[in-house]
């Protein structure tokens, strides 16, 4: 009987901790999906700076809790837990690519990326509720949480996605620079995931698809925009395009 | 026997069930032939001549009158055509006066009522769907205006798919067909603002207001 | 900015949805909890000792006095606990007086609505489900009591069982997974009749109420 | 334009048939499965021709939608609207072959099922309305309905899943006769399905798995009788099961 | 014994059905290749060169003369070769007399008979099917005429799309696939609107014959 | 043309293909055919009256005869008859003989050979796959027996079936089908020993030899 | 260039893995090989012979002490192999004393940490599944014990399932294939309720201890 | 025991086998990397400074004479990794001389037989496959070309696409994969054709070989 309870308690514990772990994914899955919204609109806004450093504290949110993952499972094994926060991991990877593909115009390294999740506990009440301090040179130590190269290829491969929606709303306003940088840059990275290829876990090479797609559009934008842009010299293309966008500007009064 | 009737009086629940569902698929059919006969009408839009008839609108208000089902757990059976009628009035309402039609509007429209509790209601991913399929519509519009020689009406509606869009971009849609069909969005905006272009390199867009037909 | 606004108020809208289901979820579990509970309380009528006590039934309905869910539209979330509560209710109601329990009894002893309208209620198809589930557990009660020596059980239980058999053949059962399970029902009538037979060859059937345990 | 209205008249035409013939398939099989539900109370009532009558009434009704259905194909390609009534007619099949097994114990032949659907134009007002009779000779010809071969096929792999249900019920109520003539008549189904094999079409081969099963229940309930029938000579066991009748007869009024 | 010889009889019907299905296969066979045969003489029309030779459609007419089969019930083994050759008939037909071919026509051209009882023939939806597969293919018409120079042709093509399209939109399909397949008509509409604009913006678009730009 | 000419070769070697598979689906369709009908003859080994005759044997001896294919890249489309009747040979041996058939006697019964260098063969999957459905109906036949009053055959098949068991525990299975049936093996030895049981706790049980049948 | 290094360093930690995987596979393939040994030499104990050997366990042992893996994140990939371990361990300690086997036991047979930091460990769930399998086996032996014509160790067995079923009842269990498979216990349950049942009508059932073997 | 013995035996050919298996699948995946490596190699023509280096070929040469498997059976195997070679050899042919891979220079490039009785081989279904698969290639490479300034090379693709598939229109495909692959086509002249039209319709075109390269 006590030998039962004991088994109760390994599982309790064990599905409490699961469930809190979903729970912080899917907060960080939601808050990472806002950031990227919120980045999206750098493409429409004229202070693109703020747009930036307001998606920068939504990320710190976001680094918070992953820090709380990273306490729940100081001591455990970490790919026990791993399905609980994969999801929110991923988003966040996706969400720190973006705003840093937005800001320096290149790949965040995986690097990167964990180094970023190093955290110093300097205050003591920081500390989740529902979990014991047991062994007390923790403190020292810095939390750190590492994002699996899995994850990170997961999370690149789906920001992929996003740079393509970023470079249909560029042209759809009238900026002709960013498709062809990011059409340069996603044949980048759809190379690298070509010659990872199937060496990858399955859900890698079934991103290669909708990453093909991705890559396909961004390139057919470009083409677009070649092809229109041949009609005019590109730097009466540039005027025609701000007289434009100022066009926009006045009208938002209106209607 | 006691067991025997209480067993009678659910197959009588039962077969009541059934019957609904029947009644369901018949409004269903009727709204569906409507609602393609009022689009037909409104493809005119597309032509030179234009569109300028909305008498079809009233046959939906008086059709759907006649919807009395109050149970929306049959809602998968109209999602789609309830779709394709906020699409529709969400159209017309532009078409006349080229601002957004609100969800309130396109229930009075149909009469039918917003509170779900209050039986038939529109859901706000069918409310969406139908304005986004109203998006793409003016996408196509935008490249016939200029066809027919309306250079200004093209500005006007970049002006309004554009604030559609930033409209959009404020929703956190989970809903995987909606989202879907947001990307879609990004397209009708992109192929309008082709057209801006072509227009302006061209020397043919026209403040709107200033110039225009209208 | 009127468009903005509109959209605004429609994320509003979204995001309620999805708390309402988080809910949900966390309701679900409990009542999956308390569920298992009652069912361990309830495995002792299988012992020789017998089932004796009734208060977990207390349990359940206040537990579910809380649910102040009124969208009948995510049935689909909670349908598998209530057959499960169902079930519990009818086992207990079985045990406590050897009749059936009707659908209202099942909705007074959980506390909720039979109404669809006002909110969280009880299917028929639940219902159903839930006295299937406790005609196998009679079955099995039925093998029990003959081991533990109770031998006029099993005559009681072969007339309740019928009864019901014949109860559910005035139903004209369309939906699949009900019929499946029904068919499961003439198993159990099956096993019970030939407890009855093993009974009668040996000269252990008695006429119920004039010998027995009880 | 006036070939357009042409082409939606056909269009109607054949669309508004369509669904007269999907309601009545739709009728036919509702009736059709009542009057099963009803046959399988031979099981548990004292008097089994009162049952038997009353089916056959209801099988009287489903012959006339079946009526119906052939008016409304004459002049027509059977074969076009066959997809519209195949469920209803197929349910037939399994309907009357139940009734006819129930009375005869034996398969109710394709010609057998045929023949009682040549109907005797008898009465004019008894035509369908929307039906325009507009060959004059076809008045003195009867009507009369043709099950294809596919048709008889499916209707008896389904009409042995009601045997199996007759088999398992009549062990319940204690007739040790039925159960050991079910196994015979099923096996020779099953054997002659067997022998079709996978010549005839998908849907057919589709149902040997489920008709399978049902042998196989009704087998094991032989068995089982047979089994338990071996601790007590069969003339004691007809003894105990007819005091079990009387003993559920009895108790109906308790409770 | 009796079951066994009924089953022997079905049997037997099955195998010669059977039989008609192997000998429908091999006509089919044989008009597909001759479908694909003409089909690659039609490319042409796409190439610079154009389409000149209406030779192979003699072809079909005599191969289809030996088809005797008279079973409608093996209507789907045929109807998927049949639309294939009703859309060459009617691309045909378009490209020497720009008329939408009837369905009398297609059927003389094939060989085949109308009316159902006296064997093969030509439903309405293959016919209609058909149709709809050319639409597609003068899209991609229309795009290639203006790479061959010929500014002409699209402004025709859309004019005979946009009738095409509303006759449709007055059918009240049922059919599911020839509904699918006249959804994407839309998208053919669209493709011919965007070259016909592209012609207009650049001042290339003339009325067919007339002469002169808008 | 050299790129019409390349491809006007590979529709040779298509062709030449297609032939093959045409003549190969005519015999399978035979052999088919043949087994059917002999498994119409064992199936009376359920009856009462039991199993006799083994003159359908010779008539797969002899049709198999005439296939001369030697291609193993079509394994596919033959598989299936094959391991049909490898069963049939499988059952046949049995009921004769009461042992295990091997795969060399396969293979001489249906006249193919083992080496599939040589051409037409029986892969040791095919084989076993027989022998599985041959386990499958030994556990019906155990049952049904009991029904024709022989309780020794259903010892005899156990000790039988486990020997069989024991010897597929000593495969170390990797193909994914195989597997599967493997699992169901399972299923029918625990079936055979619930019939064994049922017999022994009833005293009906007899050691097979020592009492003989019925 | 920098993207392409990137990629080359993932690609450098994913082959690592591969390997790692392949070494896993190699392990697996082995002890999978071992655990059908032990088990063939387990199923005599079906058989009226008995079981007595326990010598196969100590292959478990020398094998598994080869394994140095510590990467709990392969656990999927030998957590199969370890489930069966795991039941082949409790069937045998259930087999030589009539008890469960606690998982620190498991552990201690094959030579494995429970410490997940010190490596290769035994997860809870899988130290449970195993008991679950022994009890689906158990029920097997309850029946085949009967056919041997030892009638006391249906009843041992029956109490021990009792307390086993009702020891799980206390476990909310979220892991899903755990779940299922506790729902096969039921199944076990009844079977061997039937057994002892069986035994029981006959006056065979004496208790356990009291009155010995037959 | 005759059935062990006979099963130990069955054990050592699936042991066999299991290692060519073992064999064959560390082929591929060497001979997979490869074709990830040179299809990177391969990528730059894409970017405007287009494809130089056609070393890369050279390795698959090599890499491919190591292969000495002479069982087709195992071509379910290794058939992507070979459609995956066929596709680069022809695409590294086509972008060094603008011409069509012969199936023999495939095999000559790869050091395979195509002969099939002499092992390893290309089965015309393989190297199809490949050429479809460069066809789509072939069309991204022209909306890429023309980004690049390459205002010629499309129409030099669109020929070279044209003949292709007038090619494939030849050819009877039963074969369901790749008929599937060969629809594609379609849309890959398709788009093809856009971008010549838009070339067109901007005075962009240019015959190929009057002009030259921008
Ligand atoms: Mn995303
Ligand atoms: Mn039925």
Chains 1, 4 share one sequence.
Not at chain 2, 2 to 11: A, K, L
Not at chain 2, 99 to 109: A, D, Y
Request: aromatic residues 8%; proline residues 3%; contains cysteine.
């Amino acid at each position: 009987m006590s030998k039962k309870e004991a088994f109760q308690q390994e599982l309790d514990t064990k599905h409490d901790k699961y469930e809190r772990l979903v729970k912080l994914s899917r907060d960080i899955t939601i808050e990472s999906k806002r950031t990227i919204f919120l980045l999206h609109r750098v493409t429409s806004v004229p202070d693109v700076e703020e747009v930036l450093a307001e998606s920068e504290d939504k990320l710190d949110g976001v680094k918070l809790k992953i820090k709380l993952i990273a306490l729940e499972l100081i001591g455990e094994d970490l790919y026990q837990y791993h399905r609980a926060f994969t999801p929110g991991i991923q988003e966040y990877v996706e969400a720190v690519s973006f705003q840093h593909f937005i800001k320096e115009r290149s790949l965040i390294s995986l690097e990167q990326i964990n180094k970023d999740l190093i955290f110093i506990e300097d205050k003591k009440n920081e500390e989740p509720e529902g979990l014991s301090s047991d062994s007390q040179d923790e403190k020292d130590k810095p939390v750190c949480f590492q994002v699996t190269p899995t994850d990170y290829l997961l999370g690149v491969a789906d920001l992929t996605g996003e740079l393509m929606r970023l470079c249909i709303s560029s042209v759809g306003n009238g900026d002709i620079d960013t498709p062809f940088e990011l059409s340069q840059f996603l044949r980048q990275v759809y190379d690298g995931f070509s010659y990872i290829g199937n060496t990858g876990p399955y859900e890698v090479s079934k991103k290669l698809y909708t990453l093909k797609q991705s890559l396909g559009k961004v390139e057919d934008a470009c083409y677009a925009l070649k092809v229109r842009g041949s009609e005019i010299p590109k730097h009466m293309l540039a005027d025609v395009f701000s007289t434009r966008a100022a066009l926009v500007e006045s009208d938002e009064g209106i209607s | 026997m006691s067991v025997n009737e209480m067993f009678s009086g659910i197959q009588g629940f039962l077969s009541a069930d059934q019957d609904v569902r029947e009644d369901i698929r018949k409004v269903v059919q009727g709204l569906e032939q409507t609602a393609r006969e009022i689009l037909t009408v409104l493809q005119s839009v597309h032509q030179a001549s234009g569109f300028k008839d909305n008498e079809p609108l009233m046959r939906v208000f008086v059709l759907s009158l006649s919807l009395s089902l109050s149970l929306s757990r049959f809602h998968e059976h109209w999602r789609f055509v309830l779709q394709r009628l906020a699409f529709l009035a969400a159209f017309v309402v532009y078409l006349e006066s080229e601002t957004l039609v609100t969800r309130e509007e396109v229930t009075q429209i149909l009469g039918i009522e917003v509170n779900r509790e209050k039986g038939f209601h529109l859901d706000i991913e069918d409310y969406l769907s139908g304005v986004l399929t109203m998006a793409s519509e003016l996408s196509r519009l935008a490249v016939n205006s200029v066809t027919a020689g309306d250079y200004s009406r093209p500005l006007r509606i970049s002006n309004f798919i554009n604030e559609l869009d930033s409209g959009f971009r404020l929703l956190n849609l989970k809903n995987d067909p909606l989202r879907k069909r947001y990307d879609g969005l990004k397209y009708d905006v992109k192929k309008i603002e082709e057209v801006v272009y072509d227009l302006s390199i061209r020397g043919l867009a026209r403040e709107p207001g200033s110039g225009g037909e209208e």
